[in-house]
């Protein structure tokens, strides 16, 4: 609940538009409550009378009322939508920007589908509550207040009565809830594990279509489907069980007013108009309580959706710029790994156990070693994506952490192992940091990362457009896009990491070549991560790492020289000519 009050407050920023639709949901209960009002004077004072005079000015009234009903509610509806679009806009807003700041050990953890379902179905639940549940129990407060004092103010014996219906009913309501709360939450639950299943096929089609698994998918989500129709017929039961005993009690509360006020008429102490408008009164006592039991169930579930969403807006950013944090002006080369140490959050061993090293100015080295042992991790605490545990990251003396975030990264390029592009154009993407780079400065970098040939024989060159992910180009191809968009950043620092290992041996070799002489001039220091010991054979030098530990540097000669380690994934790479 405490959730749902943040989501109140928000509304504190819409207070005009909110101000609009709580003024028109009382004008509107003031107009509901004054037609029977109408009847009562149309029938006591004119029907009962026969003046026509009383007939032509209630009928002229009830009309007015009505034109003000209409406009009222719309009126209501109307702002209580706009505030609603205005809350849920802000909130995935500030989501999707919490989602860029958020560091990526967060990532690491957090579920893609988990994310998507925070932004789209739990914001729209919030915003269903704020658009149609919270103007219907505000709405349904306030009726109930003004009809129960006017009936107790028309006759008090029959609004005890009818009163009495109050607590009846809402105890029905209550217990409805409270027994099928449950419920309800397995349909969102439900609709949750099948979305999931859709969200993998969608991803994994042609896993799936590889390992021929459709009908064993189809099957899967045919059941979840199963399941989720199951709940639903569940709900819709409970609800058919329920309500025919508050309209049953509802009806049964209108004979007994009928007959005691009936008896009253007789009497003389009750008029007739009197006893039709309190009949007219029994709808809107009735009205608010269901209305109430109808939104009670969303009010739930928009809590659950509010505290899902502020669980995100709140994660904490592990990353973020220290109070005297100096921008990165200049790099001269020299980076240092002062022991360092790093375990990957959540993870039971360290992947970097007491790494040291320092670079000279403009010196190329690669990293070289078996896989899982902890080239990637080495690279990924220059730009800061994860803080060293332990030891201390240098830039020219300076400790990483003290450099601001945003100036450290601009002038880091990275080109990662796994290629990520965005739908658009070629162009686009390989001018994503540069938006506004001239298009011969695009050529020259994609010339420098050998891919201008192949998109200068597409038909549309440059502005072809790609599919999500990278649709329609292969992967070495993708890689290559990849790095020309690194080139195009004012990078000082250069990272490649494996960022080739798609590419045929030769295509390699020219990418490598056309690179070693530009981050030679461009760049301070380089560092290339790379499987193949023939792309890294003309680095200064070599770093070889083995389970987290840095077990030899130096050239390729030193190497082959004093390391049994480097020595034998060379022995192993010569007996495969394809992949060196
Ligand atoms: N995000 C992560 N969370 C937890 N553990 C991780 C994460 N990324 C990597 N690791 C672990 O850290 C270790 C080092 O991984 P790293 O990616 O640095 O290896 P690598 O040498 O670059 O491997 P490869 O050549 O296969 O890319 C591995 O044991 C890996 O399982």
């Keep these: 609940m405490q959730s749902l009050n943040r989501v109140l407050g928000s509304l504190k920023y819409y207070w005009l538009i909110t101000t609009g639709a709580l003024i028109s949901l009382l004008l509107l209960t003031a107009a509901n409550a004054i037609t029977p009002q109408l009847f009562r004077w149309g029938i006591d004072q004119g029907i009962a009378s026969f003046d026509y005079q009383v007939i032509f000015e209630v009928a002229g009234a009830m009309v007015l009322v009505a034109i003000g009903r209409g406009l009222f509610n719309f009126g209501q509806t109307f702002w209580a939508e706009k505030v609603s679009q205005g ?77 009495g219906l109050v607590p009846i009913a809402a105890m029905i309501l209550a217990r409805f809830l409270i027994k099928n709360q449950k419920l309800f939450g397995q349909v969102q639950e439900r609709l949750g594990d099948l979305n999931a299943v859709l969200q993998e096929n969608i991803f994994g089609v042609r896993v799936v279509k590889a390992f021929v698994r459709e009908p064993i998918e189809m099957a899967r989500y045919t059941k979840l489907n199963d399941d989720l129709v199951k709940v639903n ?28 006020g009936g008896i009253q008429v007789i009497g003389g102490t009750f008029s007739i108009g009197e006893l039709v408008a309190f ?68 993870a039971t061993t360290e992947a970097l156990k007491g790494i040291s090293f320092e670079t000279k100015p403009q010196e190329l080295i690669a990293i070289l070693g078996m896989t899982g042992s902890g080239k990637s991790t080495i ?11 332990a030891g201390a990251v240098r830039i020219d003396g300076r400790d990483v952490r003290d450099f601001q975030l945003e100036s450290l990264r601009s002038h880091i390029g990275i080109v990662f192992q796994e290629t990520t592009l965005f739908s658009g154009t070629i162009r686009d993407n390989i001018a994503y940091a540069e938006p506004n780079a001239p298009l011969e400065k695009v050529i020259d970098v994609a010339k420098t990362a050998q891919i201008h040939d192949f ?31 690194t080139l195009l950043t004012n990078y000082r620092i250069l990272i490649l990491d494996d960022s080739t290992s798609a590419v045929d041996a030769k295509t390699a070799a020219d990418i490598q070549e056309a690179l070693d002489d530009l981050m030679r001039r461009k760049t301070c220091t380089s560092f290339v991560i790379a499987q193949r ?34 020595g034998s994934i060379l022995e192993s790479q010569m007996k495969q000519p394809t992949t060196a």
């Design 87 to 163: 809350v849920a806009y802000d909130l995935r807003n500030i989501i999707f920007r919490k989602i860029q700041n958020l560091s990526f050990s967060y990532h690491d953890q957090a579920q893609t589908s988990q994310l998507l379902t925070r932004i789209t179905s739990d914001v729209e639940q919030i915003r269903t509550f704020v658009g149609t549940s919270l103007i219907q129990v505000v709405g349904a407060v306030v009726t109930l207040i003004t009809i129960a004092t006017i009936l107790i103010m028309m006759n008090w014996q029959l609004a005890l009565i009818t009163l």
């Design 233 to 260: 017929m569940k709900t819709i039961a409970a609800i058919r069980n329920t309500f025919p005993w508050i309209f049953l009690l509802s009806n049964l509360i209108t004979v007994i007013v009928v007959g005691v």
């Design 279 to 346: 009949n007219s009164y029994l709808l809107f006592i009735l009205q608010p309580i269901l209305l109430i039991g109808f939104a009670a169930p969303a009010i739930a579930q928009a809590a659950a959706s509010a505290e899902r969403v502020y669980e995100v807006v709140d994660a904490e950013i592990e990353i973020s710029d220290r109070p005297h944090a100096v921008p990165f002006e200049k790099c001269g080369g020299r980076i240092t790994f002062e022991n360092v140490h790093f375990r990957y959050p959540g």
């Design 379 to 389: 690279m990924n605490l220059i730009p800061r994506f994860y803080d060293v545990t």
């Design 455 to 485: 998109i200068a024989s597409l038909p549309d060159g440059y502005d072809t457009t790609v599919g999500e992910r990278g649709l329609g180009l292969s992967g070495g191809q993708k890689q290559r896009i990849a790095i020309a968009r």
């Design 533 to 566: 010991i023939s792309t890294v054979r003309n680095a200064d030098r070599i770093l070889l790492m083995d389970k987290g530990h840095l077990v030899a540097q130096g050239t390729h000669e030193d190497l082959m020289r004093t390391s049994t380690l480097y």
